[in-house]
């Protein structure tokens, strides 16, 4: 619930807040300006002022901030300073020629006097407002916000500095700022305005009662905490950070004290408020929508963009001096500028240790404020030092800024991208080492583990033989050993090697004599991305992919004894291969990349003419059976097949078919007793499955089916997605499919079956298996539970950031039926891995739809690829276009929410599928994985707000749009992976991190809701 503030708290923040940015402004951008005209002072003498500004703001929050904290009192700190602040402003209503020009002497000298005092008062003003500002009144906020409201507090603070800007930009263009008169009436009612804002502050701002001072830490501890050896070596990335942000304030600071004299003297711009008022304008209005970037994307994703449209900026500026090159580069250079302090003050924020806040401020502000405000301007002083000298009409000289300022700022800001590629190299390889409870087992046995101890299950639930040999284990990689199936990234492999992109496997294995007539198949659930298998010395074929299983007949190869398999896998993370969620370079929404073998190897003895395949597809009371031989389709038809059902009374049926297809309808089947049988379909509450046996010849194979039918039908004129004719909610889950120990494959296959039973005890109907494809077993454990799953196809092409995920999330859509762009032989693969993917999970009941494409990543003409799957398989849905970019051809409107509201059709034409939403952060001390980064979209203090998020979630979003024609929900995600913590279990499976019963409330009221369809009933209750 959100804590309520009281009206004037928000009055308080709104006028300390923009009086105190007023105050700034007139110093940081036209102190300069003032010194420059009224003194005639050097880029020297701005470049002291500058400097010595900075010292006193860090000097004084330093010390204000860790004495406030002590006292834990602000009121007076507040009212007090703005008070003495706005007195210390009305004293440079005298400083002006005409009253120092008597006490110095000449004017010369008096010029000298005024640069001097300027700079000493100054320091005196700079004491006064960060006392009363920076360290006093941003405490005070702090003390009132917490993570129910502080989003608010925020969100107005941060407006001010804009606000601020068009005040003093609008009221200074009332003044002729070459008049000395014009400063003193400035500083006139700036003074005076700051002065009775302190006052009024006494009436307005309510002291926060402070916790007791037992326990707390003392006044020096505080103040010099962050400069601690131990604490920068606990906190490495934070200090690296600010390090970086120091960078960026250099450049800015190169120059940002001459801007306005460059726009006015240089280029002669003397209606430079016209310039920069609407660059700042629509600067800051690309900030507030940036800032939803940075919380979809993270620190490295918004941060580079900041930094090249800085530099971007500083090119055209330094280039142009007509008035619309100088507009753009100015726009350029104020987006890059305000979006950047953003994601630089927001990732500090983010990495100081919780509860220390006040602890971190010194080290803050040195790198916020005191680096660059001395090294900046001293570097542009430095530049400026051989620039263009004009006289005066009083006889002194004064300089003119150039262009060189901004290449300057322009080589800071590349030295600062290599610091910042540091920065990412470091947070990549920053991690936590995480182990499942069954990892944990498996690691501790590993020494004494034999083959067959190793996921040691059939890999293949659906079409089972007596015969299994599995080559799972200890194999050797490289020449080192590792430990398959598990890829050689994974903790679980225990390989110590380097991995490059071409990878050798080695196994040596032994096999019983094989009985006349009988065949050896040699079996691989993925090798990713290029296989080619050899044994003893032969060449077996290749497969291509990465995700799906392939085999070999092998008898012919092998040899009596001692036999050697070689498997030669290449992976370059190859753009033409579905990919998925790898990357070289994780971080984000990118994780660790798998290569080469990371699913079971096995053999199986068959025989001579054997089933090569098995399709069982069924209706609510027909099944279809279809065998695929492993002998040429010219093959006799006495070569037919027989199939046995195990009815649910334990009774069974057989029936045989001359051909090796055949449609058993089981409502017209006669029992012993002479009544027709009633089957029993299949759902997520009563999920039967029916036993078969299939022989062909000497092979018999054992499989399973479900009788289910899904579609998408009207109900009372709302187009609805009904399971055996009735409507179901599908109220779903995103299922990355990642483990931290295993990376693409958990310590052991009933890590599946645990991942399917946690979802179902959170009420949870669906898995939406984002973009890969899991061994055999996971769907089997979702056909055994009754687990609905949506299978992703696995994206391949290029991705592109700005285009596929940044402008679709602030509302800006391409055009079109997506990205129709991509070499030929990339979309032929998908063509082809699609085909083959649709045929290998054909038989499992639990698979309802299929995700064509996601968010417009690697798509291409999506109404084709449509119609094509549903003409290989028209008994599931499809989503043609997760997120965006739809065509006309689609079984959805799939949409994304994340930062941007549900779009709602008046007559909704298909089942509106809001297809992910959600995604809040919540890290679980000791469980999470990465040790710098955190990414999702809002973060939770504990269990208890993570888990109201999400009722919120669902009783706003969700549950007063299902009558509007909502059929479904995603949230994401399962659990926590690498980066990501924004998972209802962490990354290790150990901690649920929400509450199960409120989960499962939400799901009783969303299937009561799509039931009944009353459009009345949208909360939870």
Known sequence: MEKRLRGKFWTALVIFSLMGQVAWVVENMYFNVFIYKMFHASAADISLMVGASSVAATVTTIFMGALTDYLGRRKIFICGGYIAWGISILAFAFLRMDLLTPLAGNALQAASLGVTLVIILDCVMTFLGSSANDASFNAWMTDWGDSS???????????????????????????????????????????????????????????????????????????????????????????????????????????????????????GMTNYVMIMAPAIVLAAIATAFYGKLYDLLGFKSSVVPSVCLLMAGYVLLYAGRETAVVFIGSLLMMTGYLTGMAVFGAMIRSHI?????????????????????????????????????????????????????????????????????????????????????????????????HTEDIWNSYPRPRMRRNSFHSLNGKWTLNGREILIPFPPQSLLSGYQGPIGKHLEYVRDFTLPPMEKGRRLLLHFGAVDQIAEVYLNGHCLGRHEGGYLPFSFDVTDTMQEGENKLLVKATDALSHRYPYGKQRKARGGMWYTPVSGIWQSVWLEYVPEVYIAGLDVTADTEKVHICVRSSADTTAPKSRGISVTIKLHN???????????????????????????????????????????????????????????????????????????????????????????????????????????????????????????????????????????????????????????????????????????????????????????TLRHLQSHPSVIAYTLFNEGWGQFDGDAIYDRAKALDGTRLYDTASGWFPG??????????????????????????????????????????????????????????????????????????????????????????????????????????????????????????????????????
């Not at 969100?155 to 008049?179: E, H, K, Q, W, Y």
């Not at 400035?186 to 009436?203: D, M, R």
């Not at 051989?386 to 300057?408: C, H, K, M, W």
């Open 888 to 1021: 006309r051809r689609s079984d959805f409107d799939s949409q994304h929410i994340y930062f941007r509201k549900l779009v709602l059709p008046e007559r909704p034409e298909k089942p509106v599928f809001i297809s992910e939403c959600g995604g809040y952060s919540h890290r679980v001390p000791g469980h999470f994985y990465a040790k710098y980064n955190q990414f999702g979209y809002g973060e939770c203090a504990d269990s208890q707000e993570l888990t109201a998020r999400i009722r919120a979630l669902y009783e706003e979003l969700v549950l007063g749009n299902i009558p509007k024609g909502v059929c479904g929900c995603i949230y994401t995600q399962l659990s926590d992976v690498e980066d990501e913590t924004n998972g209802l279990y962490t990354y290790d499976r150990k901690v649920c991190k929400v509450e199960s019963a409120q989960l499962k409330e939400i799901s009783a009221c969303l299937q009561t809701q799509i039931s009944e369809d009353n459009p009345q009933k949208n909360d939870i209750t």
């Open 650 to 836: 334990g009774s069974l049926y057989s029936v045989r078919s001359q051909d090796r297809e055949l449609e058993i309808n089981l409502r017209k089947l006669r029992l012993a007793d002479g009544s027709t049988y009633q089957p029993i379909l299949w759902s997520p509450e009563h999920p039967y499955l029916y036993d078969i046996t299939v022989t062909m010849g000497e092979d018999i194979v054992s499989s399973y089916f479900g009788l289910r039918t899904v579609e998408v039908k009207k109900e009372n004129g709302i187009p609805r997605v009904c399971l055996n004719g009735q409507p179901v909610f599908l109220h779903g889950v995103l299922d990355q499919g990642y483990f931290c120990d295993g990376i693409y494959l958990p310590a052991e296959e009933k890590e599946y079956e645990q991942d399917v039973l946690r979802m179902k005890n959170l009420g949870f109907n669906l898995l939406r298996k984002h973009i890969k494809i899991e061994p055999e077993c996971f769907y089997y454990y979702c056909d055994l539970h009754g687990m609905l799953v949506m299978q992703d196809m696995v994206n391949s092409g290029l991705y592109s950031w700005l285009k596929d995920t940044a402008l679709p999330t602030i509302g800006i859509f391409q055009k079109g039926n997506g990205r129709l762009w991509g070499r030929k032989k990339r979309r032929d693969f998908f063509v082809r891995h699609m085909e083959e």
């Open 353 to 449: 240790p919780e509860g220390k806040a006040g602890q971190f401020q010194g080290i803050r502000i040195i790198g916020q404020v005191l680096i660059p405000g001395i090294l900046g301007p001293a570097i542009g002083a430095a530049v400026l030092q051989d620039a263009e000298q004009i006289v005066n009409s009083d006889g002194t000289t004064s300089f003119l800024p150039n262009r060189s300022i901004y290449a300057a700022a322009f080589a800071a800001a590349a030295a600062l991208l290599v610091l910042l590629w540091l920065i990412f190299r470091m947070m990549r390889k920053g991690h936590y080492i995480l182990a499942s409870r069954a990892g944990e087992k498996l690691q501790n046995a590993a020494n004494s583990l």
């Open 149 to 267: 409201n502080r989003g608010r507090i925020e969100g107005i603070n941060s407006m001010m500095p804009l606000v601020a800007i068009l005040v003093v930009f609008g009221g200074f263009s009332a003044f002729d700022l070459d008049r000395a008169d014009s400063w003193t009436a400035i500083y006139f009612i700036v003074g005076i305005a700051v002065t009775l804002i302190g006052v009024s502050g006494f009436f307005l701002i309510d002291e926060k009662s402070q916790s007791s001072s037992e326990g707390k830490a003392g006044f020096w501890e505080t103040l010099f905490h962050s400069f601690r050896p131990s604490v920068l070596r606990e906190n490495p990335l934070l200090y690296a950070i600010i390090g970086a942000f120091a960078v960026f304030g250099i450049s800015i600071n190169i120059f940002m004290p001459y801007l306005i004299l460059y726009y006015e003297k240089t280029l």
